[in-house]
């Protein structure tokens, strides 16, 4: 390793390890994450829903629920499927006090986003209800907007929507409850800022898609032209 890079480690601590096996890395690498790991996470490789995001294994376009349902989104992609380290890591990310974790994240994600040529003019994010906001401290999906926007150079729209009302965690509902359990809760207070724009529109992660659905729906009453959703990871539903 070279002096500066040492000098820049010392500056900088999160380069120093591995996010996911904590060992040192030495390569300059915005995904903080070492090779071995790096080749052993669950990118989404698979021909996917052209909507949704969902693996599909038949030579349709859409998957049978986006067949069957319109959705506000125009289209929703993740990096990773929700499962394994990637798990674990985002627990750590929004329930152990890990923040520094959106750096790497945000990092994926903005490769993400080029990757599915995404043509956006705005990021912005999903919010969490005020209440939830003072426990944690920080909002996960904001702190990866605002990296994200700042790493693909793209205006990011700050507390451009609300949540009104604290709801159920989606995780602890079944299908049917969680498409009812957000209706009406996502709030745009800042309209202009959509107007005749393709938003981006991020998560942490994305399930059955009500959340960002919910959101959306707000975005486009809003006049927005497309919304696109970019989450971390990508939960496998079974219905
Ligand atoms: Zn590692
Ligand atoms: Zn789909």
Redesign the pocket.
Known sequence: MKILDKFLNILYPENLT??????E?FDDNKFN??E???NNLPFIKEKVCARCGDPIKSMATYCDRCQNKKFFYDKARSVFYYKDEIRSCIKRFKFDGCKYLYKPFANFMAEKYKEENFDCDVVTYVPIHETRLKMRGYNQAELLAKEIAKILNIPFVEEAIIKTKKTIPQAELDYKQRQTNLVDVFKVKKSNAFKNKNVLLVDDIFTTGATINNCAREIKKSGANKVFALTFAHTIIEE
């Open positions: 591995c996010v996911f096996c904590d060992e890395i994450t070492c071995s790991c790096y």
